[in-house]
């Protein structure tokens, strides 16, 4: 994680700085070096070229971002509008691997430290605390803590002891960011509110503790133990003047450091799962980078911690996350659940021969629902159940429908109801899907928010690939033609996970997803039919500054 963010003199970098040209509808982006600098060339279709020098290269592990600032004009380092994914070796658009809108021309922009600066790097942790100090008064900011995210019985209770000490913090904090004295309030909320105003106005690349995420940003302050180093660096936040009290007994410490920033609702998508919007009743995150708040929302919240499957510090074995989610990966759940150690009981609990995929307890607890980073979906970490109403009649599709991709509505409801003592309204089922008898996914294509088709489109082309057939070459083909028509989603993340889908369902795919939406449409006819500008039915709500 110390690579994730770096000075660009001297950073390895894997994006072809060498002259390579790339064509974002009809405007071009152009990479090149000079000496030991890179720089990013923007050429908009009739309008100034503006170059800007690399100052910074954010991410390493599956794309590349960069900070640069214009040659010419100098002034603030800009986020350049162009990422280097490595799953596909291609350029993209920056920002379109979240759900933003689709843009019409290329611009850098927005300013490196009022977007992406507080959870790439390390920062003093009085700055994440903030908005838990000010309360509900406190507008968002990037990097805050989770608290504000989540329902109020879950959330951490930061309380001021000494008024006084936290003006003192707060003032010498304020006055270190912005290069001089401030002196704050006694009044705690206002202190705070002030302080947060003054990191939106001057905390930039020098008021770091250090560039990438060091130690101190997940283990906390380490002056102390670096004196003496018997004394254990500090997980949460610690001061004579704060008293920080975690729910469930304090179990959670691990899981909130990852919640500093994989909480992802800074993110203007208005929708989030469970039927909830980011702005109020917020349920879960449907992207990667979400995952420790969602687990901070579900079931085992109190049991496990991010580290209980995932290594922090080395990365992830491939192979040890894949055997989690199998059978082999049950004994993490049985630590609790002991009675479900037992085969025969394990498929009463679960009607699934449990030595196959489905005995895996995250198959149907940590759905793959979300998306990845990678081009792949990825699960979802608000542990509950594929049965839990919210999810049921919240959100499209039925859960079950991820690995029953050919099921109808009324079959999967139906066996949930058999097994289980659940009974569900088959008025809002209709609601959701126009019929309990149409097919899950397909419904879900047709009907569902964005985030939900993006899910029904991966899952249809998993589905294609692990060798399931939808019936029939009709269904196949009318399903390739709902695809095809996300080809042309107002947000351009989706048109990527159809392209994917599409490759997987019929072998090709010749759509150029950098070209203009009449282009698109005429090169989508050899990709499922022909594609229609989907109605998402959805407000537009702003790009967020990713």
Known sequence: MHRMTRDARGAEVRAPFNGTRWRFKSDTIVLESRGTDRFVRVEPAGGAARSYRLTRVVGGRTREDFVGVDVDRGGDEMILPVSFVFATSKLRYKGYSVMVHERATIRAGPVWSRACIFCHNTIPEIDRLLSSIAGPRARPYQGESVEPWLPSDRRAIARVLDERGFAQVAS???????????ELGSNVREAALEAI???REGFDGSALLEVGIGCEACHGGGRQHALDPSIRMALMPTAPWLDFALPHGGKQAEVRVCARCHQVLFSRYPFTWEGGRRTAAAG???INSGEARDF??????GALSCTTCHDPHGGDDPAKIRALATPAGNPI?????SELSD???LRAHAHHDPDQAGGACVACHMARKNMG?????????RIGSPTDPARVLGDRPLECALCHADRSVRALVDAMEAWWPVRYPRQRLTELYGSIDNNTIRATLERGKPHERAVGVATLGESTTNGSSLKDEAGDKSAAQLVARELLSEYPLVREWAKRALESMLGKCDVDL?????TIARQAISCGGAAEAADVGSPRDEDPED
């Open 172 to 182: 010498e904090e304020a006055s270190r960011v912005l290069g001089h004295k401030v």
């Open 296 to 301: 901070l929302l579900g079931g085992c919240a």
């Open 373 to 381: 980073l990678d081009g792949t979906l990825t699960r979802y970490h």
């Open 514 to 518: 950098a070209a203009d939406d009449a």
């Open 333 to 337: 759940c049985t630590t609790c659940h």
């Open 284 to 286: 879960g995150s449907h």
């Open 197 to 199: 105003d003054d990191l």
């Open 343 to 345: 085969p025969g009981r």
